[in-house]
């Protein structure tokens, strides 16, 4: 059974860091992609970051560009989303996916429960 579990969610101030990780298990991820997407309230669900689990190729949306950085952890068999600067508009619950590299960048086969992240002004 594959299972994408995520931690390290919580409450941070205006200008904090968070890092979450994403714990992935139940088959080879060697031909997928692993992102982290978000949804804040009121609002649909969007694209944060992305890496590639064998070549480590990584894109990011325009919005956190310069503060957020995706990596993979080997030994943890994770990919990890390294969150600085954070503002209020980061607010929101934070997932975890997983889609095969073959796939179109929506077509997501996995999904995390997801972690909250509340950034206070």
């Known amino acids: 059974q594959v299972q994408l579990v995520e931690s390290g969610g919580g409450f941070v101030q205006v200008g904090g860091s968070l890092r979450l990780s994403c714990v992935a298990s139940?088959?080879?991820?060697?031909?997928?992609?692993m992102g982290w997407f978000r949804r804040a309230p009121g609002k649909e669900r969007e694209f944060v970051a992305a890496?590639?689990?064998?070549?480590?190729?990584?894109s990011y949306a325009d919005p956190v560009k310069g503060r957020f950085t995706i990596s993979k952890d080997y030994a943890k068999n994770s990919v990890n989303l390294q969150m600085n600067g954070l503002k209020p508009d980061d607010t929101a619950v934070y997932y975890c996916?997983?889609?095969?590299?073959?796939?179109?960048?929506?077509?997501?086969?996995?999904w995390g429960q997801g972690t909250q992240v509340t950034v206070s002004s």
């Open positions: 890496i590639d689990w064998s070549y480590l190729l990584t």
């Open positions: 996916a997983a889609r095969s590299r073959s796939s179109r960048p929506e077509e997501i086969d996995y």
């Open positions: 139940g088959r080879s991820f060697n031909d997928y992609v």
